[in-house]
């Protein structure tokens, strides 16, 4: 029996029910809300995200992943808060976000100095609370594998070896970076059943796909309602292949959905994508790859076993 770290306290893995991935309840730049409070207004982001997990729970979501780590702003307290608010699951996340550097204080420090702050957080809590991460987070983007990112990698890996949770990445599938990814998790000798490369749905590219999965990785199709990288049918041909392939048991559907976020002036993200948000993947994604053949089953691979298979190690 797996009992998983939420907001609000141990889950049974075999409690996690319909399960989005990949949602976060806020991101915002750490450095501007520190040094520029004025600028934001907590009472309306809780709204916003309140707003969006009832949506979702509405349509049958009992449990939602959020990867909001370090350089993304993460407030354990505020993730809780919704949780309450909404009597949601909610596993929260530790590790850093990077594309290219980490602080100097990491920098002058070694990885396990690193890896030991990750494990603090899933055992003993996240930010002077005693509310404990579930999962671990990593990031590498456009820029690469550089040093920094590399070493947080390697810490997430170690950290994942001492406490057992799994690993979920953020990959740029054009720069190649989920195989990379895997490279180094693998060479630190991480279980490949608990990582998950993110965002794998950025690209059609069948032969990248399938040299992940080949190598016993869960795949993020994650970014439903995104159509910079990709358009929403690419996105579903995608997964129907895959599905056709027997991938169905490694494959997660979500959306990678902020329900608020500073890095864009105001209105720009509503505009360039209308349809993201936190259910659009059960309002239409879900309706029209059951129109194209995949298999209730399968579904239910993509949005129920698949995450207690990614937290049990299966």
Known sequence: MTFINSVTGPVNASELGLTLIHEHMRV????????????????QEIAKAVEQVNRAKKLGVKTICDPTVMEQGRDIRFIEKIARETDTQIIAATGIYTYNYIPTHFQTRSIDYMADLFVRDIEVGIQNTSIKAGFLKCATDAPGVTADVEKVMRAVARAHKKTGVPIMTHSHPASGTGLKQLDILLEEGANPNQILIGHTGDTDNLEYISNILKQGAFIGMDRYGLTRECSTVNRNNTVIELAKQGYSNRMFLSQDYCCTMDWFPEGVIEERFPKWSMSFVLE??????????VTEQQIQHMLFDNARCWFEGK
């Not at 239409?284 to 053949?293: A, D």
């Open 28 to 43: 915002r730049s750490e450095s501007i809300h520190a040094q520029f409070p004025h600028l934001y207004n907590e009472k």
């Open 284 to 293: 239409e994604v879900v309706p029209e790859l059951k129109r194209k053949g």
